[in-house]
């Protein structure tokens, strides 16, 4: 891990942008469902890592609102995840002491797979460790569009004056809203950009890109983009006196 002698600021709350696994399978001659497969299997590793750092909350980007748009047996297989989750993942999260909740749209999602997220969520509630967030179908967009929808309807209630509508207020009625402010938002693979990914909770994290693809990021990676985040500086707009 870190070595003793250097001083770590460790985040409370991570947020990675799986990107890669499907790059990572065709570089072994496997198909993208291969890729995601041994992305799933990463999760189980980055979450505990997180859970050993003392980091309080982990957001992984698993399924995105614009996904729908790849091949459908590419989708089919991602719909399967939430069922891998439930039967590979239980015992270690629970040793661990690993709460989930899940982040997105529900309206797309089949019964089956909306029953196995509550399941899951309901089952991990009462742990105390990390909080391992999947956004599954979860866009940015979505996300605020949803929250100016609820805002405006207090508003037309009666419950809300426009002149009290706060920061703290859209904050509220994000799906983050009971987590850390976000501090690192990590993305795989080489790409540098957010792609619809927690764009309000990333106005003041720090960004972290790597080559590495996905199935690669090991905890040794993961502890490079915190050490690298422990020499940012971070002034919130601020100038430092």
Request: aromatic fraction near 10%; charge should be positive; glycine fraction near 4%.
């Amino acid at each position: 891990m870190f070595k003793k002698t250097t001083t770590v600021n460790i985040p409370k709350h991570v947020a990675i942008i799986l990107d890669g696994n499907g790059r990572w399978a065709k570089k072994r001659g496997m198909p993208r469902t291969f890729g995601h497969q041994a992305g799933v299997e990463n999760i189980r590793r980055i979450a505990i890592a997180c859970q050993k750092l003392g980091i309080k909350a982990l957001s992984v980007f698993a399924f995105s609102t614009e996904n729908w748009n790849r091949p459908q047996s590419e989708i089919d297989y991602l719909m399967t995840l939430p069922s891998e989750f439930e039967t590979k993942f239980h015992d270690d999260f629970l040793k661990h002491d690993i709460k989930v909740i899940f982040s997105g749209r529900k309206t797309k999602l089949s019964d089956t797979n909306l029953a196995i997220m509550k399941r899951i969520s309901n089952d991990s509630q009462n742990r105390q460790g990390l909080v391992l967030n999947i956004c599954f179908d979860y866009g940015s967009y979505d996300e605020l569009t949803e929250a100016v929808k609820a805002i405006a309807s207090d508003v037309k209630n009666g419950n809300l004056n426009p002149e009290n509508i706060t920061v703290d207020v859209v904050e509220s009625h994000l799906l983050t809203k009971n987590l850390p402010s976000l501090d690192l938002l990590i993305r795989t693979s080489g790409e540098q950009r957010l792609s619809n990914f927690l764009l309000w909770q990333a106005a003041y994290a720090e960004l972290y890109f790597t080559p590495t693809y996905w199935p690669d990021f090991s905890p040794k990676e993961l502890y490079k983009a915190i050490l690298e985040y422990s020499h940012r500086d971070r002034r919130f707009g601020a100038i430092k006196r």
